[in-house]
């Protein structure tokens, strides 16, 4: 019997999503919650909020669908994976308690530190008499970050005393992020290259998806604020063998191993983002879901059943799965309304020339018409032998696409071509 699939979420991630499942013969139905123009297209939207548990799992029994998956974060925080379970319905993601490795970067610091894995150095704080405190103690340079979920818009990079004085003022003076800067956290500033490695996980194994590097500046060069992604691509050419094998060992594995012995195994895609600094990973952050746009790079991909793999994590039968990637490279290039990450137009109709992949995020769909309606409106994708041929492929299908104010980074996928190590993530898989 085919299986009737929910999908919670709107942006490129969740079409990508989508996309993947529908090559599956063993799918059915797919409905998107509350999706997008894309998803309209090749799924059934479905206005709910999904920050309800009890109003989505209304939905799931009503509809007969046999397996949810949660494609943000917030849900997670609200606890709805703890919902489905104690009502018997198979969903995939973190509990709530779980999730903390991505709501609460206290919690994820803590973590680490009882796993012995590298991180930056860090200091809680509660108050901006503490920050300050901290700086004219170890001086500059140094990274304030609120504790909760922010919107990717809690953290601060602080090179001059104006970027100390600038967090101080949205934290404390504007409470722009509420209770998420009940506590702050204060880090160490490293240096170094920056990749996210990707991982299915069924509470006690887990398998590496693939790696991804993106972009998350507005501006070229990586300058300007920072958005939610303006592009990636994947793999990484930083990402070798020996590389991902101690990620697993040193990562990956002690910190299932530790979630595990406290009564919470971790169930859902873990997203490491590490920086390498002199070779060694070092843990930035953890997301306890897809990244956004690394998905719409990592899936094209994969060639083996993403529900499958979904499936078998949610009976804690990974052991016996295999990964398999294309050995070609992607690179997906977002196109925003003029104006993000700050103020920016929706209402502008979209021309597509539809032979080319492309993700969906911020459209509507109406009257057969495409539609602006957010601040990351498409996910362009291109692929090829090559890191080179990707971007190539990627940006020349951008030139397909026409709205008022499309805007774009000229620059994805450059910083890739300097990296000299070769990837080999392929061969480890097999």
Same mark, same amino acid.
């Given at each position: 019997m085919k299986k009737n699939i929910l999908v919670l979420g709107s942006g490129g991630r969740e079409h990508a999503f989508v996309w993947s499942l529908l090559k599956d013969q063993k799918i059915g139905k797919i409905y998107c919650a509350p999706g997008n123009g894309g998803t309209q297209d090749i799924a059934k939207n479905i206005n709910l909020d999904i920050n309800s548990p009890k109003q989505v799992l209304n939905f799931v029994k009503k509809n007969n669908i046999d397996l949810t998956i949660v494609g943000p974060e917030a849900p997670l925080e609200k606890g709805i994976v703890d919902y489905f379970e104690n009502e018997n319905k198979l969903i995939f993601g973190p509990s709530k308690f779980a999730s903390q490795l991505e709501t609460s970067k206290i919690f994820a610091r803590e973590v680490l530190n009882k796993c012995n894995v590298n991180q930056p150095n860090f200091y809680i704080c509660h108050t901006s008499k503490d920050i300050k405190n901290y700086y004219e103690k170890n001086g500059l340079p140094f990274v304030i970050k609120v504790d909760g979920l922010a919107a990717g818009k809690g953290v601060f990079v602080c090179h001059e005393l104006n970027d100390v004085n600038h967090a101080i003022v949205s934290i404390f003076d504007e409470n722009n992020f509420g209770k998420s800067s009940n506590k702050i956290l204060i880090e160490e500033c490293?240096?170094?290259?920056?990749?996210?490695?990707?991982?299915?996980?069924?509470?006690? &194994?887990?398998?590496?998806?693939?790696?991804?590097?993106?972009? *998350?500046?507005?501006?070229?060069?990586?300058?300007?604020?920072?958005?939610?992604?303006?592009?990636?691509?994947? #793999?990484?050419?930083?990402?070798?063998?020996?590389?991902?094998?101690?990620?697993?060992?040193?990562?990956?594995? #002690?910190?299932?191993?530790?979630?595990? %012995?406290?009564?919470? #195994?971790?169930?859902?895609?873990?997203? %490491?983002?590490?920086?390498?600094?002199?070779?060694?990973?070092?843990?930035?952050?953890?997301?306890?879901?897809?990244?956004d746009p690394e998905t719409q790079v990592v899936l094209p991909l994969l060639q083996s059943s993403l529900y499958d793999l979904i499936y078998k994590a949610t009976r804690q039968e990974l052991d016996d799965c295999k990964i398999k990637n294309s050995d070609k490279t992607s690179v997906t290039i977002v196109l925003a309304s003029n104006g993000y990450p700050n103020e920016y137009k929706k209402g502008q109709k979209i021309l597509i020339d539809d032979d080319f992949l492309v993700f969906h995020a911020g459209t509507i769909k109406n009257k057969n018409r495409m539609i602006v309606n957010g601040g990351r409106v498409l996910n362009v994708v291109g692929f090829g032998n090559d890191l080179d041929d990707a971007i190539a492929d990627a940006y020349e299908n951008v030139k397909k696409i026409q709205f008022e104010g499309m805007y774009f980074r000229k620059d994805i996928?450059?910083?890739?071509?300097?990296?000299?190590? *070769? &990837?080999?993530?392929?061969?480890?898989?097999?």
């Open positions: 490293l240096k170094g290259e920056e990749l996210s490695i990707f991982a299915i996980c069924d509470g006690k &194994n887990f398998k590496v998806l693939n790696t991804a590097q993106d972009h *998350k500046r507005i501006f070229d060069n990586d300058l300007g604020p920072n958005t939610g992604g303006m592009g990636a691509y994947s #793999p990484t050419p930083l990402s070798t063998v020996s590389l991902i094998t101690e990620v697993e060992e040193e990562i990956y594995k #002690p910190v299932l191993n530790y979630m595990n %012995a406290l009564g919470f #195994p971790f169930k859902g895609f873990l997203y %490491a983002g590490l920086m390498l600094v002199d070779g060694k990973p070092f843990v930035i952050e953890f997301n306890v879901r897809m990244g996928g450059k910083k890739g071509l300097t990296y000299k190590s *070769k &990837n080999i993530l392929e061969d480890k898989n097999d």
